[in-house]
Each structure stands twice: as C-alpha cells, then as structure tokens.
C-alpha cells in the first residue's frame, strides 16, 4: 500500500543527502580520492545516508500507531522514495555500466536501514507509550 506522504519524503531525504554529500565530498567523505559524490563510492557516505533513512524511519516508527506491519509498510514507503530518487540521481550523473547492481546495492542498503529504523521507532514509541 503506497504512503505517498512517505514516499515523497524518502525522495526528499535521498536527494537532500546525496547534495549534502556533493557539497562537502572531499571534506568528509572522500578526502584526496577522485570517485565522484554518489553514496556507494565511500564507507562514510553510505554510513551516512543508511543513518540518515534509519533516523527518518525511527522518527516514522514513532509516529506510526498500529500493527507491525503498518511499520514495515512505512519503512517500505520511505525506502521506495530512496530508490526513487536513487534512479533519477544515477541518471542524471550517468549510470555506468555497473548500474543494475548499484541499484541493487543501493536498495538493499536503503531497505534495511528504513526499515530497520520504523522498528526501532515502533519500539521507541510503545516504550514511552506504556510509562
């Protein structure tokens, strides 16, 4: 079932990230290397962008009421916009020829992390929900 709510802000948060990540590359990401700003090229940035989905889906967790899978539903949702978003970000800088499995890669990366962060937040909530 789509959230477009959601959707929309895992779209916002992959592309808010990946400019964050193209402003400040050779500072904090990619120091003296020559890859290009994309999130898979450096461990500090695919830390960074998994932390900022599981940060988001925390925040979702949180606010989601519900069964369990109306969190994983949201989780879902905000990795769906990731990757959205992901596709369009590799298609302007230019693919590669590597891109199926960046993709894949990269949705994998973005799944878990939104997903396991909506859980987490699920936790969070009906911990301070039930004190």
């Excluded at 990946?18 to 898979?40: A, K, T």
């Amino acid at each position: 079932m789509i959230r477009w709510r959601i959707l929309v802000l895992g779209i916002a948060l992959f592309l808010a990230v990946h400019l964050l990540q193209i402003v400040v590359w050779r500072e904090w990401f990619q120091p003296g290397g020559d890859y290009p700003p994309w999130f898979l090229n450096s461990g500090r940035a695919v830390a960074f962008t998994a932390g900022s989905l599981f940060a988001a889906g925390v925040v979702l967790g949180m606010v989601t009421r519900g069964q369990i899978e109306e969190s994983i539903i949201s989780g879902s949702n905000l990795a769906a916009g990731a990757c959205l978003a992901m596709v369009a970000v590799l298609g302007i800088i230019g693919p590669g020829n590597l891109f199926p499995v960046t993709l894949a890669i990269g949705a994998g990366i973005a799944t878990v992390s939104a997903i396991a962060g909506t859980l987490a937040g699920r936790v969070i909530g009906r911990l301070n929900g039930s004190s």
